[in-house]
């Protein structure tokens, strides 16, 4: 006998209706790109809470600035390579129909012949309005994006931007502000270096620095010396160097009151590997606090490995392979220059300051923890 098939059976599943996802409101979006000397990055992202969900985003290598620091002149390949990328990035704000926006570009247009002629290029070829800001407003903006960051202890900060082109320092005394206020002392900055006139205790900055060395700069200046481990001790010795007009404090800081924090492709690579990431996981990495003893470890780790070493490790990437040293050179000297027990990473960086500082301006950000 033949079994009994249940009521139903082979009948087709009746379906089940969902609400569409709310598409967000125009009018509550935000987009920010940097524009630097290696990449071109996006995020477009709406206010939450105290911060910010991000909605879309786009990062892509684009080596504006290759062969610059030979000419003096952004190439024509490379102008083509970022025209094609910001094309993306328009089709992105058109397509989420964001009106509120920041587009800024950084030290390769800064410091190129015919970096002011490649922005009305942008503008014809693709309708995006950039701007070229100076370092100050560089070194101030990757400040505020590493505001949630700041611990509450911390009197004395250092935030250091490891860019493509250039490196910026920024040292900030907040002794004077209450321990829950301090990284909200740090997002007030978005003002100005010189404070505000809030009836708030201020972070005061003690001193900052725009170094023109990045990653991709300093790499070029040393592209003749052909010994791996040579040329990386000539890299971080030079970047050193070059740090002699930036020093607020020469005496050793006392530890316990003392963060430094680093925002960077090379910061955030050197963290991954030091967890030893198969895939990049932004959540673990932002936020880590390593030691310079396991900095120190994971930069030998890739002397070790040499160039074609470093060239297959999936740690490192194809993007970024052919600037983790000389990144790596410029987190050594910081480190010997400043010795600390502890790092903070931040994934974080200009897109971040750009979308906090436009938010906070608005008035869409909520007070209270980050």
Known sequence: ??????????????????????????????????????????????????????????????????????????????????????????????RNRVRRMRLVATEACRRAKNGRDFMRQIRRETGLSMEIIQPEEEARLAVVSCAPLVSTKTEQLLVVDIGGGSTELVWIDLSSVPRRDR????????????????????????????????????????????????RFALM?????????????????????????????????TVAASHLGLKRYDRTKVDGLRMTSDQIDKVIRSYLELGPQGRRQDPRIGEDRQALIMSGAAILQALLRCWPTDRLSVADRGLREGLLYSQMSADGVLEDGPF
């Not at 030079?238 to 430094?260: H, M, S, W």
């Open 236 to 268: 971080s010795w030079y970047f050193e160097e070059n740090l002699a007009d930036f020093a607020p404090y020469k005496d050793e800081q006392a530890r316990a009151g003392f963060q430094i924090i680093g925002t960077s492709g090379t910061v955030t």
């Open 183 to 230: 990284p909200a002392a740090i997002m007030r900055l978005r003002t100005g270096f010189q404070g505000d006139d809030t009836p708030f205790p201020s972070a005061k900055v003690v001193d900052w620095i725009s170094v023109p060395l990045g990653v991709a700069t300093l790499r070029d200046q040393f592209s003749d010396v052909e010994d791996d481990a040579a």
């Open 1 to 94: 006998m033949a079994p009994r098939r249940s009521k139903g059976a082979r009948a087709f599943p009746r379906a089940v209706e969902t609400a569409a996802p709310a598409r967000p409101d125009p009018d509550a979006l935000y987009a920010a790109l940097d524009l630097g000397t290696n990449s071109c990055r996006m995020l477009i992202a709406q206010p939450k809470g105290s911060g910010f969900h991000v909605l879309d985003s786009f990062s892509k290598s684009v080596q504006l600035g290759s062969g610059l620091e030979r000419t003096g002149r952004l190439s024509r390949s490379s102008m083509s390579r970022t025209i094609q990328a910001l094309r993306i990035c328009q089709q992105k704000i058109q």
